[in-house]
């Protein structure tokens, strides 16, 4: 039985109950949340959904002895960002409900897999990997893999292109200092930058705007509507179908480094391949020497950050 326990039954968590509903993957999905009545209203809602659904999933609210018996718990909990705060803005106050939830988490006696979808989610995944003492290959942040689905919807809506044909990767801090890789965009195997050259419809400015506008998405989101939830939902229940059907897929999440990309000791988003034990390797692309700046200052700004609050000697 492949269960997941949901930790945060907010936007983002009950997005993804929805969307996990709605695709064949779990049997069991148990949601934990601080407001235990709005848990148990939602494991009601979504049951009376069953009939209609593709899946004969299992559904309750419980507690933090449910996930003795969970192969993921994804993690949605925490202080959600407010308009004109960055991501990062979050670190000290989440850093400290995180430790709280893991503990919980380890104390049921969980030995699987952690998703982390809150932000800033690639220091709040490395948190989690310190307080749960879980190897690394078993936890594993959103990273871009929503900021990457944002670039392909775009750049499939600028050449008419549909998006899941559109081979383009965004990668380092799920943040202001993200980078999109266009040495390695591609359209049906040719190259985004060829494409521009060869039609004068197209150009490089454009896909500058393009890249901005990935970038800045969530501010744009957030103060129309107030959060972003449906895309962030969609991709987590992507990277758990990604594990349960053991599909040795290229996702870009927060995963550790450990010498890739010529980095160490840092959670951030970069290609890697997803199966049921958890991250089997990182891809490493060839970057040019202008994304290696970048992506070097992104890990940087992530340590800098993250320096308050860990212990490096550890």
Sequence with gaps: MNR???IGNGFVGSSYAFALLNQPIADELVIIDLNKEKAEGDAMDLNHGLPFAPS???IWSGDYAD????????????????PGETRLDLVEKNTKIFKAIVEQ???????????VATNPVDILTYATWKFSGLP??????????LDTARFRYLLGQYFHIDTRNVH???????????????????IGGRPVHDLIQKNDKWSAEDLDDIFVNVRDAAYDIIERKGATYYGIAMGLVRLTRAIFHDENSILTVSVHLNGEYENDDVYIGVPAVVNRQGIRQVVELNLND?????????????????????????
């Design 105 to 115: 988490v380890m104390a049921s006696g969980f030995d699987g897999i952690f998703i």
């Design 56 to 58: 004969t999933t299992r």
């Design 67 to 82: 996930c003795e018996h969970a192969d993921i718990v994804v993690i949605c909990a925490g202080a959600n960002q407010k």
């Design 290 to 314: 202008k994304e290696k700046e970048q992506f070097n200052h992104s890990v940087n700004v992530l340590k800098e950050t993250m320096s308050s609050l860990f212990d490096k000697k550890e």
């Design 4 to 6: 997941v326990a949901l």
């Design 168 to 186: 383009a990767y965004i990668i380092g801090e799920h943040g202001d200092t993200e980078l999109p890789v266009w040495s390695h965009a591609d």
């Design 136 to 145: 690394k290959e078993r936890v594993i942040g959103s990273g871009t893999i």
